[in-house]
């Protein structure tokens, strides 16, 4: 089992940038990969980025202005927010995929609410 925290989120103008910061706890050996979802009220949750390993991948609507980061040896997880639009306003929630004895899981953050609004 894993917990996922995550922090960071806020009220920011058209333009600006925040860093999300998701804390890991529990079988931290177990996690293979991490990422970052964001989903508005009634929509559906949607990708944005991800890392495994070196490896990382964005969602086009992302790339270029964010980016995903994993300091293992803090157990913590980022995703830097720049050039923020009025659309990425939403929940953004950190997730981690793990194996365990060759059962594999997800587990999910509560979420931080991400606002751009001037």
């Known amino acids: 089992q894993v917990q996922l925290v995550e922090s960071g989120g806020g009220l920011v103008q058209p333009g600006g940038s925040l860093r999300l910061s998701c804390a890991a706890s529990g079988s931290i050996s177990s996690i293979v990969s991490m990422g970052w979802y964001r989903q508005a009220p009634g929509k559906q949750r949607e990708f944005v980025a991800h890392?495994?390993?070196?490896?990382?991948n964005y969602a086009d609507s992302v790339k270029g202005r964010f980016t995903i980061a994993r300091d293992n040896a803090k157990n913590m997880l980022y995703l830097q927010l720049n050039s923020l639009k009025p659309e990425d306003t939403d929940v953004y929630y950190c997730?981690?995929?793990?194996?365990?004895?060759?059962?594999?899981?997800?587990?999910w953050g509560q979420g931080t609410q991400v606002t751009v609004s001037s």
């Open positions: 890392i495994n390993g070196g490896i990382t």
């Open positions: 997730q981690t995929t793990n194996t365990k004895w060759g059962r594999w899981s997800e587990y």
